[in-house]
């Protein structure tokens, strides 16, 4: 579904990116993991458009989406939810929701779809006009991925689900998005610092280091792998 092909890219005239080449299958819920500054979130800018892709090519359901905007990779099928907080603090559940789809004109049809999402997410059925700002951290990145669901899309992509959350919380959050992957088919691309929680819940996984993809294969694979255990799993 996603093929990333070989990608240079980074800031001003550095790249930080040097042939970085992943791939997700249609229904797959796949892990990126690495150290700090390894370009993780790099990568999901390159793949999003907001920065340039240099070398190399970004394709997605046989489209070749390099260099789109991020208006026009939303619009092929990818939501994306950032590393960084991105709720409106001073709105409510709904219009959190509703920000998801602005374009849409038909109010009907918004309603609908945010009964959609609540059905998804119980939880925040029951807090609708609750300010999303007086939220807990693992209720705020719900309601990013349920705005993130607001226009259907073919793929998710997320960047550290589980950052500044509990470890209870962010394995909350994470059998969410498994869930998700598995009762509604979405296909899922994340990036997680926690790696073992990460991998524990996806089919596949990749390492990146200094801006290189360095192990991939099934998430067993790498949670058996010596080098990955030494690495990144604390032995
Ligand atoms: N806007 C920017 N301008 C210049 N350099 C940047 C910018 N954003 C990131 N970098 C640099 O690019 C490198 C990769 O950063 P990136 O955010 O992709 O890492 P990451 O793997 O997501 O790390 P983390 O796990 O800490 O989120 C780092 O050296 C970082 O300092
Ligand atoms: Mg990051």
Known sequence: MLIVENIYAGYQDLDILH????????????????????????VFKAI???IKVRQGRVLFDDRDITNFKPQQVLQAGIAIVPQLRSVFPQMSVMENLELGMYLEKNQKRIEQRIEYIFTLFPELSQ???RLAGTMSGGE???????????????ML??????AGLAPRISQAVFKNIQRLNREINLTVLAIEQNARQGLEVSHRGYVLELG???FEGATSA???NPDVRRSFLGG
């Open 19 to 42: 042939g970085v080449s992943l791939h997700v299958n249609p229904g797959e819920m796949v892990c990126v993991i690495g150290p700090n500054g390894a370009g993780k979130s790099t």
């Open 48 to 50: 999003y458009g907001l």
């Open 127 to 129: 807090m609708r006009e």
């Open 140 to 154: 705020q990145r719900m309601l990013e991925i349920g705005r993130s669901l607001m226009l259907e899309p073919k």
């Open 157 to 162: 992509m997320i960047d550290e689900p589980s």
């Open 212 to 214: 290189k993809n360095t």
């Open 222 to 224: 790498l949670l058996e």
